[in-house]
Structure formats: C-alpha cells, structure tokens
C-alpha cells in the first residue's frame, strides 16, 4: 500500500463504529472536573512495514517518570480542538513536525484516575523527520512495529495489589520495553480497530 492508500484505510477503520476503550481492573474514577489533554499516535510510515513512535519519560518527573507513553499532555486555552494540542504536543516533546502528520481519526476518550479526559488522535507520519527530544520531559523515542501490536497475543494483564485494593493492568511489553497502563490500553484499542480489516498496512 502506498502512504495515500494507507491513510485512506485508517481514516474507513477509525471512521467505522469503535470498539469501547479498553482498560485494566481500576480503582473508581476521580469525581469532579476532568483536565482535558490529547495524545498523538503516530503511526509512521515504512516501506518495510508501520511502526508506532512512542516516548520514554525522564525518571525524574513527578508524575508518570520513566513510563512508555505517547507524545502529549494537557489542552491549553489556545488549542481549538484535541488535533491541535496533540500535534502541539508532539512537536514540543519530541520535535515531530506537525507537516508530516496526516490526521486519520480519533480513539475514545481514556479517563486517568489522575483526573485527565485524555483524546487519543490517530496520525499516519511521512518518514524522513528528525526528532529533537526535550530532554526535561522526554528521555528517549523508540517505535514498535504495528504488526506486534496487532497481534492479540503479545498483549497481557498483570495483577496488582494497593493496599486492601486488587485488580489488573494491561502490558504490551516490545523487547527491553515494558508498555502498560493507559498507553497499552489506547494500543489495544487501536489495534481492534485496525485487525478486523482483511487488509492492513504493509500487506
């Protein structure tokens, strides 16, 4: 498939009625006013296949530090949509030009029991970028290829134990990376939304 054509097929899957989000066993939800934000998934586009670019964040962050997780963060007061403040995002964490980004859809919306509505927004990336990380919030970028998150079988789900309060967590672990929480959950979802079709990228 060229990048046209790959672009087209993303933008029918995720235009196609979506599966529900995904998410581990979890403690209830926060009550009050939910923080928007919005991630990107960029899917980039290969000859010898699509990957998916994720992010490690820096160790010495207060929140999240050392977690796999995509480019994104919190709206602010001058994004018009959640497209706006993912590719805001992406560029102030990792440097990915928005102009290789074609948007191809929209995720559900994933609740963080931090309190965040966070907007998942689909991009197919053309190659020959440069990445320039922000070393405060980013430590490194990496990609997985989409086929290995395709298959349901590399997905997992790991108890855990807080206090009086079980439950479970959903991984995708990819070589000496261990994705899980919210980023594994928005991957499985997007894979559901992409298997079902007789013709994937890279075919």
């Known amino acids: 498939m060229t990048f046209d054509e790959t672009l087209q097929w993303l933008r029918e899957r995720l235009a196609a009625p979506l599966p529900p989000m995904h998410r581990g ?40 530090a050392g977690q796999i997780s995509f480019p994104g963060g919190r709206a602010e007061p001058h994004d018009p949509s959640p497209e706006a403040t993912a590719l805001r995002e992406a560029e102030e964490e990792v440097g990915l030009p928005r102009a290789h980004v074609m948007l191809a859809g929209r995720l559900p919306e994933y609740i963080t029991i931090t309190g965040f509505r966070v907007t998942p927004v689909v991009g197919l990336v053309r190659p020959g970028f440069s990445l320039q990380l922000d070393v405060n919030e980013v430590e490194q970028a990496f990609e997985v290829p989409l086929a290995h998150l395709l298959d349901p079988l590399n997905y997992q789900r790991h108890p ?43 075919d």
Do not use: N
Not at 164 to 183: M, N
């Open 25 to 64: 066993d979890r403690p209830e939800l926060p009550e009050g006013p939910l923080t928007p934000a919005a991630v990107l998934a960029p899917i980039v586009f290969h000859d010898s296949g699509p990957t998916i670019l994720l992010t490690q964040r820096t160790h010495h962050l207060s929140k999240h």
């Open 160 to 202: 855990y134990q807080i206090g009086e309060r079980s439950g479970s967590y959903l991984a995708v672990p990819y070589g000496e990376h261990f994705i899980w929480g919210a980023t594994a959950a928005m991957l499985m979802t997007l894979s559901e939304c992409l298997r079902p079709s007789p013709r994937r990228p890279g």
